[in-house]
């Protein structure tokens, strides 16, 4: 029932927020009466607010997927500790729209992106948390992967998801000193990367990510953890 | 589970965009303090914002059951690129609240006008473009015909459905430069035909556009994909 | 399926009215410098704003019971006519926000009220518009008063309801001629019967309301109609 | 079918209060052209804002345990009392927004802590309520101890969890005629405690409010009610 109620809970706070960021893109009021040219310059100021809108929808979407996959895949019972990690994750993902009308307005702003790249950095880095804990706590089952349909390398894979979602965050953030648009690009990057399939694949190959040795005890969690509790509960 | 969250997820996006179009229709404030005659005079200023709240409604409507369909009828399974593409669909119905303020304050603007048609365009399109997909796609599984209980006309209708999407709008936006009342009164009855239960029928017939070939791979598919399929899974 | 997506975008977007209203009630921004006294003066003006929050709730709560009933208890089935009526319903509804906060910021306004009060007017005219298709419709299969639980008095009962959110609010139309303040109390006195337990069968012992003959085909209906379709399917 | 629906309004209502707290939060308009330092200034300004946000949705957070607890898991059937009950819970909630740009707008002020406190309070108190109140009705069918996985100190600790909400508010109104910061500190505490897993068990020890005796009727119901209840239906 929990376990129910709370993916209610983060499904609607995603749909609003995805929702939220356009709210930030308002009507143009024109000062000096009507007219087709004015109107059209008000718009087109909007136009960093609508690809800021467009970038935060990605990155959401994004972490979505990753929401999905630790609490309703991965992470088969909760505890309060697990379900107080959800809503710091919830938390970070409602300052998006806040983060994202930032960036839309100050594009040309180190002090914005720096903001919108820490909130980005912040989300990958809770996800990366809240990841270890579903494998390290003994209180929560979490599916195997044989159950999640994963071999060896989507392990991998994930972890450098979140690397992406991480590192790429804070390049970004060293980039704005010398160019924010610079920023806004590898933001465009990155959120492309999470989001094509197999991209996370290429992009592991091609960087020789997929190459990490990921510790032993995760190999060992994924495997074994889920029949040692089986047989407890 | 994913299947269900995403649906959720959805259905949160279309009920708050129902409610937000509202939003932008903001109680008049009279700077010459109250009287019930400037009130009067401000709230009828409002007229335009409240036929276009209900327009993009019935056009919201409209797609919610495209969506429905698409995503909870046709397709039987997902996989990343069709969730990629739900969420595509979402962002695009998410500035439909934006581009009905738009299109309330300034119904005598061709831009408002020709913004707001293309803005439906793309999501016919877009909507279209999922169908195809859902279709073509060896790893997705569609519902046949006949567990949709769908003749053959209906596959036809469907697809004049997302016709009057594109093209009604992409006329809407011609006719913005001769009238952009025309343009509106054009997108009203193009809701209408896509709400009215056995319009798009009614339609179809009288523009002979039940009358299609349809490419011979859609009745193949519809008929025979899901038994290949079923045999592989 | 329909169905349950259909429950879960009308409860999102009740959901979202219950919230979107208190959207209106403003922080006040002080002009003249913080103080205590300057913040105090500034909220207590927007006391009825809180009032009209806690009225509309209250009629929305009553009306969201209304939905409950017609669309998870009553009907069985869905058709697209079913559909649109419930989306025209969740628009009306949808007015809300609005029309609390003009209410709350002119209460003393005739326009306010009456705009206000029309808007509840119409609400329970569409729901019992939608009551009268459920019953009528052959092709929506009802719940009958067994499945209900249901005794021939409680369909007179619901009746009744219908007609003081009709009845009441016009004579709130009515009232605002002589006095806004006595249409608020009249509709606080509506929401109140339409809200607490056993209040609307008070009501109607008191009015002789109870003693109503109602048309002979609704017996007919909630008593046979199940049955002769339960065959057909 | 209606507590279904219940919970989904009522997550509905929780998602979107979390997401709109954040609203309040809006980005700097620099009058004077954009500079670095001018945006750096404005955003530092909306710190306030930011942990009211934090504070809120802690708070908020740990009364949608509180709402899961009494409805998904205590009460086993509804009445019109008890969902009306939960709608003014949720009224309740809805108004944390404004309470919170309230509180980060003027956090110096008594007036913005007294009415946040006793918000707080109020919806503790109303929490309460809704215990009692299954507890003590004979038509709510409530779950017992053995099902709740709960031992007689878990009754108790919820107790002290209503107390604390309750009574930590109130301290937090007394304190603010001599600091506000201290009432802001005090009610972050609160919501640690109410938060971090274990903290209530540690406090009630700490407190000795673990020696509190209960009335006998409570346990009694806890124990016996259900069997009775269940030979009924």
Redesign the interface.
């Known amino acids: 029932?929990?376990k129910f109620?709370l993916?209610?809970?983060?499904?609607?706070?995603?749909?609003?927020?995805?929702?939220?960021?356009?709210?930030?893109?308002k009507?143009p009021h024109l000062k000096d009466g009507?007219s087709?040219y004015g109107?059209?310059k008000g718009?087109i100021a909007l136009l960093p607010l609508v690809g800021a809108?467009?970038l935060s929808?990605m990155l959401v979407?994004s972490y979505?997927?990753t929401h999905?996959f630790l609490f309703?895949?991965m992470s088969k019972t909760l505890?309060?500790?697990l379900?107080?990690l959800n809503?710091l994750f919830?938390?970070l993902i409602?300052?998006v729209?806040?983060a994202s009308?930032?960036l839309g307005?100050?594009p040309?702003?180190?002090?914005?992106v720096i903001?919108y790249s820490t909130l980005i950095a912040t989300i990958a880095l809770s996800a990366a948390y809240i990841r270890n804990y579903i494998f390290d706590n003994p209180n929560i089952d979490n599916a195997n992967r044989i159950e999640l349909n994963m071999d060896e390398k989507d392990l991998i894979y994930g972890t450098v998801r979140l690397y992406i979602g991480l590192f790429g965050s804070l390049i970004a953030v060293a980039v704005s000193f010398w160019s924010t648009y610079a920023s806004i690009i590898l933001l465009i990057i990155q959120a492309l990367i999470l989001?094509?399939?197999g991209a996370v694949r290429l992009f592991s190959k091609f960087t020789r990510l997929d190459q990490i040795k990921l510790h032993p005890k995760w190999q060992e969690y994924t495997e074994v953890k889920q029949k040692v509790k089986s047989t407890k509960k």
């Open positions: 029932m929990f109620r993916d209610a809970v983060s499904d609607a706070v995603f749909g609003i927020v995805l929702t939220l960021i356009v709210i930030e893109i009507v009507f087709e109107l059209q718009l809108y467009f929808v979407v979505w997927y999905n309703s895949l505890n309060r500790g379900m107080n809503f919830l938390s409602s300052l729209p806040f009308a930032l307005e100050y040309q702003s180190k002090t914005a903001i989001l094509i399939p």
